[in-house]
């Protein structure tokens, strides 16, 4: 625009400090308003084209500043996971945007009060008042009881404005609630001096603001959960280090089960965090995509393409952590099972579960114990088998006891022969009718003849002294025969595999 109007030329002096400041988007407009005025000679028309770039000018630096004012925030969110970093700069891009705003202070609730956490343009004597306010009193715990937006244009009579809020000129007030997890936990307040401080869509541009909060609230919240989490694994693996290191010098029909359930118990606990809060955030994602599609209008195309995606993506590892922390569920509540007093009865088991559980179980604890762990498993599970009548809790250590000697002997003959052998423990099972039968079958060292008829011997082991007791075996086997009617025996060829069969009556 070579040739700029004067009205237009200081209107943009005003809202943006030069022409080259304006939005490329916004200049076609502008250009074409423009090059009107100049096309008309006759004052009226003039006139007309005079008042409607006031009026245009007035639309796109409001916009301008809304736009600013939501990049600045969604910035902040999606840039840090520190909470208070976010709400100093909510407040700052509020209170720097937005003429009409004098005062703007975020509260959260803490007990019995809404405490101030982040605020810009209180008063200093104000400001010491205004920090904690009690249960139930003033317009922040009733937008905070209510839970919805609370606009009052005109204090004048006013019955939740308080004394103090009247001293500093309060003439008009804007609050709203914060959620986390559809609970209200604070608000965001605006004091202004003046009446009737705002239009509806600045009403809109700050419940878009308080939404871009949540997130923040709620990435800041799950990553000091998530440090907590870690803080007592990290605990736990201490606590199980120790308990390793005394149980060497227990007796050796000392029971591991003790040990295995307060790791167990150590690590439910903060797993069901996990769980529950990557549960409730999908749902706050996705409300937060609702709220974005409902302002989508007034958001700027890019940030508005931005978000979507950042949502999208959010909402995908969300999933992935709930399925991989219910995965993690179902191994702590197995340990659980191994390690209870007393098995209880026998009761209706799906056998494909319980040993595929067991797998895990043990391969990810030999990993635990040495990082350098590495056996390949090959499964086949025989859908058509259902369900059988075990105890489980007992199968269950039959199978942690066969498949810990199989990665132990699979992976002893790695070290033997380096890399060039590749440790690998099969395991299947079978429908035969009236019965199953699983096998486990290693490509270890195998079993020397001398020494086959002592296998399920008590106290005979061929381990080393401290990582064997010679039991499991031993009561693998009479929990398969002289407690379920089944049959345990093994194949072996020594120096290349060994195959444990059991088979157990439907």
């Given at each position: 625009m070579k040739k700029i109007h004067s009205i237009l030329k200081s209107q943009i002096e005003k809202?943006?400090?030069?022409?080259?400041?304006?939005?490329?988007?916004?200049?076609?407009?502008?250009?074409?308003?423009?090059?009107?005025?100049?096309?008309?000679?006759?004052?009226?028309?003039?006139?007309?084209?005079?008042?409607?770039?006031?009026?245009?000018?007035?639309?796109?630096?409001?916009?301008?500043?809304?736009?600013?004012?939501i990049n600045s925030v969604t910035r902040s969110v999606h840039q840090t996971i520190d909470l208070t970093e976010v709400l100093e700069k909510s407040v700052q891009a509020l209170k720097e945007n937005i003429e009409s705003i004098n005062i703007t202070g975020i509260y959260f609730v803490e007990?019995?009060?809404?405490?101030?956490?982040?605020?810009?343009?209180?008063?200093?004597?104000?400001?010491?008042?205004?920090?904690?306010?009690?249960?139930?009193?003033?317009?922040?715990?009733?937008?905070?009881?209510?839970g919805k937006t609370i606009y009052c244009p005109d204090t004048e009579n006013d019955k939740y404005i308080g004394p103090a809020g009247r001293k500093i000129g309060t003439e008009s007030y804007l609050a709203i609630p914060?959620?986390?997890?559809?609970?209200?936990?604070?608000?965001?307040?605006?004091?202004?001096?003046?009446?009737?401080?705002?239009?509806?869509?600045?009403?809109?541009?700050?419940?878009?603001?308080?939404?871009?909060?949540?997130?923040?609230?709620?990435?800041?919240?799950?990553?000091?959960?998530?440090n907590e989490l870690i803080s007592k694994l990290e605990s736990a693996l201490e606590q199980l280090k120790t308990m390793q290191e005394e149980l060497v010098t227990?007796?050796?029909?000392?029971?591991?089960?003790?040990?295995?359930?307060?790791?167990?118990?150590?690590?439910?606990?903060?797993?069901?965090?996990?769980?529950?809060?990557?549960?409730?955030?999908?749902?706050?994602?996705?409300?937060?995509?609702?709220?974005?599609?409902?302002?989508?209008?007034?958001?700027?195309?890019?940030?508005?393409?931005?978000?979507?995606?950042?949502?999208?993506?959010?909402?995908?590892?969300?999933?992935?952590?709930?399925?991989?922390?219910?995965?993690?569920?179902?191994?702590?509540?197995n340990m659980l099972q191994h390690t209870r007093g007393k098995s209880g009865g026998p009761h209706e088991t799906d056998i494909n579960t319980l040993l595929d559980d067991d797998i895990g179980l043990t391969y990810h604890g030999l990993r635990a114990k040495d990082e350098k762990f590495n056996v390949m498993i090959d499964k086949n599970f025989d859908g058509s088998i259902g369900t059988i009548n075990v105890v489980a809790q007992d199968i269950g250590r039959v199978f942690l006891n066969v498949l810990t000697n199989a990665f132990y002997e699979a992976d002893k003959k790695h070290k033997d022969l380096g890399d060039n052998f590749v440790p690998k423990v099969s395991v299947s099972t079978r429908n035969l009718d009236n019965r199953v039968e699983i096998t486990i079958h290693d490509n270890g060292t195998g079993i020397s003849e001398n020494i086959r008829g002592k296998v399920f011997n008590p106290f005979f082991t061929t381990?080393?002294?401290?990582?064997?007791?010679?039991?499991?075996?031993?009561?693998?086997?009479?929990?398969?025969?002289?407690?379920?009617?089944?049959?345990?025996?093994?194949?072996?060829?020594?120096?290349?595999?060994?195959e444990f069969i059991i088979t157990l009556p439907k």
């Open positions: 809202a943006f400090g030069s022409v080259d400041s304006i939005p490329k988007k916004y200049m076609v407009l502008l250009a074409s308003i423009n090059k009107r005025y100049w096309d008309f000679e006759d004052k009226e028309h003039k006139s007309q084209i005079e008042e409607e770039l006031k009026e245009n000018l007035e639309r796109i630096e409001r916009k301008s500043r809304f736009e600013t004012i007990g019995k009060e809404a405490v101030l956490m982040a605020h810009r343009g209180f008063p200093k004597g104000y400001l010491e008042r205004a920090r904690r306010i009690p249960y139930p009193k003033g317009f922040t715990w009733r937008t905070i009881i209510e914060l959620r986390y997890k559809k609970e209200v936990i604070g608000s965001i307040n605006v004091n202004c001096l003046i009446k009737d401080a705002f239009e509806e869509d600045e009403i809109k541009l700050l419940e878009v603001v308080a939404a871009q909060i949540q997130v923040a609230v709620s990435n800041a919240r799950q990553a000091e959960e998530k227990q007796e050796k029909l000392a029971s591991l089960g003790t040990l295995t359930a307060g790791i167990a118990h150590e690590i439910k606990n903060p797993l069901n965090f996990v769980n529950n809060f990557s549960d409730l955030s999908v749902e706050l994602v996705d409300e937060l995509g609702q709220v974005l599609e409902k302002h989508k209008e007034r958001i700027n195309s890019e940030a508005y393409h931005e978000i979507e995606e950042i949502l999208s993506t959010l909402k995908q590892d969300l999933e992935k952590i709930n399925e991989h922390g219910n995965q993690a569920d179902r191994i702590v509540q381990k080393p002294t401290g990582e064997g007791t010679g039991l499991g075996l031993s009561i693998s086997y009479d929990i398969i025969v002289k407690e379920h009617n089944g049959q345990m025996r093994f194949e072996t060829q020594e120096g290349e595999f060994t």
